[in-house]
């Protein structure tokens, strides 16, 4: 089909494949009807805020596995000024669906043989076992249009019903006693561009209505309550026959050993991963002193090593009495997994310290703790809160501009 406007000379040329009851110039969008016989006589102008269409009259796109011709579009503008824009689309079997921009955020809609009683404006409505919430009834004006339409161009306002269950929508149009439902599922506009990859995409913000949150709440959960079970079982299944085994308990003197290196008596640990603790006492007495304990995988000569200080002093100042530190510590060596390992101790003191001559340590492969396990389930459930009080600012924005909002104050 060859459409001349006579208002700027533009021709539009497309092979719509059906019949063309109402056309407006691309370029300057005036409106042509057509009569009786077959001939289009200019009816009106659309005087537009907004000109910023996406894609071009017979552009071609492939949407979900199916290539579309662009065949029409239109401004649509409700009484608060929310514009958005629908772009019809005609499949080579002619079969015909819609897309819906706002903000940058798309919607894919096809026409449904269903129908809704929805004069009362029912809160919900039910759709293949699914409710669907009221999201706003509203009367909508054509703002501006461009292309080929099979029907006339509503010049009276059209009544329309919005039902949300995201990602997918139910929207009701009446014109004069004409209603049609269509359902509409979010698409990403990653899709559009790359159906069709030299339309200029405009940026995408806010959310949309049918917009789905990033995670799905309830199977997180799910799979979070499931991770945490495993996490529990195998703690136990792995520590179940695990017992506390000390590996080493003596007093070294530092008459033979003061700065010098004590090896141990080796030892075998079996079982899963557990921390190995120290504890170490010493006669310190205003003075201070110092244990370096080396953990030696004699499998790979790999070498841990732990140190400590301890200190302990004490005086009267002021009238009162002060201490400070202690004459014994206790400290660990975590993850420590089976095998055979022995010791290197080196302890040390104070130079002066002459009344200090013991130093006793014992070393203790602990009975496993369930500290990690339910450190990581703590974490899983401080991360649901997160989503939760994500998910649910995300639909406070949804909602916003909805005077059925589940939750308005």
């Known amino acids: 089909m060859r459409v001349p406007c006579y208002n700027c000379d ?5 092979e719509v494949g059906f019949e063309v009851v109402n056309f407006v110039c691309p370029n300057c969008h005036s409106s042509y009807l057509s009569d009786s016989e077959g001939q289009f006589r200019l009816k009106s102008k659309f005087k537009p805020e907004v000109n910023d269409f996406c894609f071009k009259i017979g552009e071609k796109g492939i949407i979900k596995g199916t290539e579309y011709t662009v065949t029409g579009a239109v401004v649509k503008k409700v009484s608060r000024s929310y514009l958005w824009t629908e772009y019809i689309l005609k499949s080579p079997n002619g079969d015909f669906v819609y897309l819906s921009e706002s903000d940058g955020n798309w919607i894919f809609l096809t026409e449904m043989e269903e129908k809704f009683d929805v004069k009362n404006h029912p809160k919900v409505i039910r759709h293949n076992n699914t409710n669907f919430d009221l999201y706003e009834y509203c009367d909508v004006e054509i703002e501006n249009a461009q292309g080929f339409f099979d029907f006339v161009l509503p010049s009276r306002k059209i009544h329309m019903v919005e039902y949300i269950q995201p990602p997918l929508m139910i929207s009701i ?10 359902l509409g599922e979010y698409i990403t506009k990653g899709e559009i561009k790359k159906g069709f990859p030299n339309a200029n995409l405009p940026y995408q913000t806010g959310v949309n209505i049918t917009e789905p949150f990033y995670f799905d709440i309830t199977n997180t959960g799910i799979i979070f309550c499931i991770c945490a079970l495993m996490i529990l079982f195998s703690n136990w299944y792995i520590y179940k026959d695990q017992t506390e085994q000390t590996v080493f308990n003596k007093t070294i003197a ?6 010098k290196e004590f090896t141990s008596e080796s030892f075998v640990i079996k079982g899963g991963s557990a921390p190995m603790s120290i504890h170490v006492s010493t006669d310190v007495n205003n003075s201070w002193a110092n244990v370096d304990v080396a953990l030696v995988d004699e499998k790979t000569n790999d070498e841990i090593h732990a140190n400590k ?24 060596i ?31 492969w602990n009975e496993p703790s369930n500290r990690n396990a339910w450190l990581t389930i703590i974490f899983m459930i401080v991360v ?20 059925y909002s589940p939750y308005s104050e």
């Open 10 to 14: 533009t021709v539009t040329e497309l």
């Open 334 to 364: 975590c993850g420590v997994k089976e095998g055979k390992y022995h010791l290197l101790i080196t302890p040390a003191k104070a130079p002066e310290d002459a009344n200090n001559n013991m130093m006793s340590i014992r070393v203790v």
């Open 309 to 332: 200080d301890i200190e302990f002093y004490h005086g009267y100042e002021s009238g009162e009495s002060w201490t400070e530190g202690s004459s014994s510590e206790d400290f660990n």
């Open 254 to 259: 530092f008459t033979d050993f003061n700065n």
């Open 173 to 182: 149009e009446k014109i004069n006693d004409d209603e049609t439902a269509y």
């Open 384 to 403: 649901f809160i997160l989503i939760r009080f994500l998910k649910l600012n995300f639909e406070k924005k949804r909602w916003a501009d909805s005077s």
